[in-house]
């Protein structure tokens, strides 16, 4: 991966919509090299994919939490498949440590978020902590480049 592959990553998680016309023209590269890139950084799972980032609040679930799972009491793949049929769960992690899994979900309020904790209690311990402010809500992801000495 090179400086302009850097540079296209960069662009693309500013803007996902930007056409190849538009990355062509910002970068200085024709639009087949651009679309060769592209093409190159997702055959090599570089980009996954595209997609909208959604405010939950925007979606009526304005409440964001993190509840950390320990002491499980079923396997890990078995909560795992309960909690990809949860779809107030956003992410889970399987984790080291003291707990096995951090989940992070969106809910409307109060009454939801109980709810969504009266699920998972048959799982494990629960340590559930509510978001109040999210000064990173999300980074752009590239690689670290190398100082040469």
Same mark, same amino acid.
């Given at each position: 991966?090179?400086?302009?592959?850097?540079? &296209? /990553?960069?662009?693309?998680?500013?803007?996902?919509?930007?056409?190849?016309?538009?990355?062509?023209?910002? /970068? @200085?590269?024709?639009?087949?090299?651009? +679309?060769?890139?592209?093409?190159?950084?997702?055959?090599?799972? !570089?980009?996954?994919?595209?997609?909208?980032?959604?405010?939950?609040?925007?979606?009526?679930?304005?409440?964001?939490?993190?509840?950390?799972?320990?002491?499980?009491?079923?396997? @890990?793949?078995?909560?795992?498949?309960?909690?990809?049929?949860?779809?107030?769960? !956003?992410?889970?992690?399987?984790?080291?440590?003291?707990?096995?899994?951090?989940?992070?979900? @969106?809910?409307?309020? #109060?009454?939801? #978020?109980?709810?969504?904790?009266?699920? &998972? #209690?048959? $799982?494990?311990? &629960?340590?559930?902590?509510?978001?109040?402010?999210?000064?990173?809500? $999300?980074?752009?992801?590239?690689?670290?480049?190398?100082? +040469?000495?």
């Amino acid at each position: 991966m090179d400086q302009l592959d850097i540079n &296209l /990553l960069e662009l693309l998680q500013m803007d996902g919509r930007m056409t190849v016309s538009e990355l062509s023209k910002k /970068l @200085a590269l024709s639009r087949p090299s651009i +679309s060769e890139r592209l093409h190159r950084l997702q055959e090599k799972g !570089i980009i996954e994919g595209f997609s909208a980032r959604v405010s939950p609040a925007a979606v009526g679930r304005g409440v964001l939490l993190f509840i950390q799972v320990s002491e499980p009491k079923v396997s @890990a793949h078995e909560f795992e498949q309960v909690v990809r049929q949860d779809s107030d769960i !956003i992410e889970c992690h399987r984790v080291t440590g003291v707990g096995s899994h951090f989940l992070k979900a @969106a809910v409307a309020d #109060m009454e939801s #978020m109980r709810l969504l904790i009266d699920r &998972l #209690m048959p $799982y494990g311990h &629960l340590n559930t902590s509510i978001v109040l402010l999210s000064p990173v809500p $999300y980074r752009h992801i590239l690689p670290k480049i190398k100082e +040469s000495e």
